[in-house]
């Protein structure tokens, strides 16, 4: 199966702390800029159906603005209850400036 990239962002958009939601075919995905990295991530909380995107980037982490879980931008991990299950994490590249992630099929 070809390799889907989709533009999400262009750099300039997202400096050092910044976060940005997108939809792409109706699923939310944050992209965040934790230390220089670019991630993306399932926007939505696995305990509740909470926006991450209004939570903080902690290091390479976000943590949930409603109870505190935090989740690895790495790799979607919960590392903290009361979340349990991870969440998305999809790859990332950027190219000439611009960031295209990978979304679910
Ligand atoms: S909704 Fe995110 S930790 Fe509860």
Redesign the pocket.
Known sequence: MAEKWIKVASCAELPVGKMKRVDIKGHRYLIANAEGEIYAVDDL??????S?YL?CIEGENIK??????RFSLKNGTALEE??TEPIGAYSVKITQDLIFIRPKN
């Open positions: 909380c696995s305990h509740e159906e909470v991450l939570g949930c603005s409603l109870h505190g879980s009361p979340a």
